[in-house]
């Protein structure tokens, strides 16, 4: 990602104010997290300001700024003038997220039915994330369907490799999801697979060979935040918090995330952290903030219930916990933070 960011800020500097090299920007801040700039990126040129992508990437700034409406509602509008894969994608990730499976589930299948047979790896990336709609649904052959299509329409890619590697982990295939995972690492060392293999060992009870990939992780991740990179103070909230159940350290990072984006998830997020530090009763009114958004997921209801038990609610906390096992059944098995 940074190699792509260098190119094109390179790029930029030779031939100016390119619109399409500010939208390619644009969606590289989009990743990164970066939402201030990609505001900025979108205004760069008049052609690109008022164009369908920056429309489209608009929404998805307003879906991570918190502002759902405006976002259902961009996304709604772009489908009517431009009904492409992408855009049905969007909107199909937004149903997904907020208590909408079916509604999610129809796009994804429009959006599949949209490509092309020049399209594949488009394909596979959508029906990865049909397959991750099936997975936190707790339907593991459903999702295993997705993974292999996906695999059979773009052989060989580490994404799909990684999404099979969690599914074998929360079956408890646990020496094939290792042997898998191992795989993505040595090719692709992100800090988040070294993390997701250490939470794999210490499943498997291998607590050195775990403390090691954490480390690892760990170092990757402090040392983005110290470059000035902001894309990974989620993982680190969910670091100190559920790896090494440091909820001060959780809260630093939490408040960070809130500070660039005001969203359920990063809500959320700074709850479990308060929960972590033992600060129970502003826990469960962040908690409440973050459920207000409607959004629902089986480990979103399974930490809002923990809270409400810890904070003394403990109907709504039962209620939750009941909430989590509806919408997954298996939902405290092995799972990646995303």
């Known amino acids: ?14 031939v100016g104010n390119a619109a399409d ?6 969606n590289l801040d989009f990743k990164f997290h970066r939402l201030a700039e990609v505001k900025s990126d979108l205004e760069i040129d008049a052609g690109l300001r008022d164009s369908l992508q920056a429309r489209a990437l608009r929404a998805d700034l307003d879906f991570q700024e918190g502002r759902y409406t405006d976002a259902r509602e961009g996304y709604e509008a772009i489908i009517r003038d431009d009904r492409t894969w992408d855009n049905l994608a969007r909107l199909a990730y937004f149903k997904f997220k907020m208590e909408d499976r079916e509604g999610a589930e129809a796009l994804y299948a429009e959006a599949v039915d949209e490509l092309t047979a020049k399209q594949m790896r488009h394909y596979s990336w959508v029906e990865l994330q049909r397959g991750v709609l099936d997975l ?3 339907r593991y052959e459903d999702a295993e369907a997705h993974y292999r299509r996906a695999e059979r329409a773009y052989s060989g890619h580490w994404q799909t490799a990684e999404h099979l590697a969690e599914l074998l982990a929360a079956r408890g295939e646990l020496e094939e999801a290792e042997a898998l995972y191992r795989k ?11 993390q997701a293999l250490g939470e794999l060992y210490t499943l498997m009870g291998e607590h050195a060979q775990a403390a090691d990939w954490h480390e690892r992780a760990l170092d990757a991740y402090l040392d983005s935040a110290r470059r000035g990179g902001v894309h990974y103070y989620h993982h680190l909230v969910d670091f100190f918090a559920d790896v090494r159940e440091d909820g001060a350290e959780a809260l630093r990072w939490a408040r960070k995330d809130l500070e660039l984006r005001d969203n359920f998830s990063t809500q959320a997020a700074l709850a479990w952290a308060l929960y972590r530090d033992g600060r129970f009763d502003e826990a469960r009114d962040q908690m409440n903030k973050s459920l207000a958004s409607g959004a629902s997921d089986a480990h979103l209801f399974h930490q809002a219930g923990m809270i409400h038990l810890a904070a003394g609610s403990r109907d709504e906390g039962k209620r939750y916990l009941q909430a989590a096992a509806a919408i997954n059944p298996h939902h405290q098995n092995f799972h990646v933070h995303r």
């Open 1 to 14: 990602m940074e190699l792509a960011e260098d190119a094109i800020g390179r790029a930029i500097g030779q």
């Open 21 to 26: 090299l500010y939208f390619l920007k644009a």
């Open 136 to 138: 936190t649904s707790g």
């Open 184 to 194: 993505v690492v040595a090719r692709v060392p992100r800090p988040e697979f070294q």
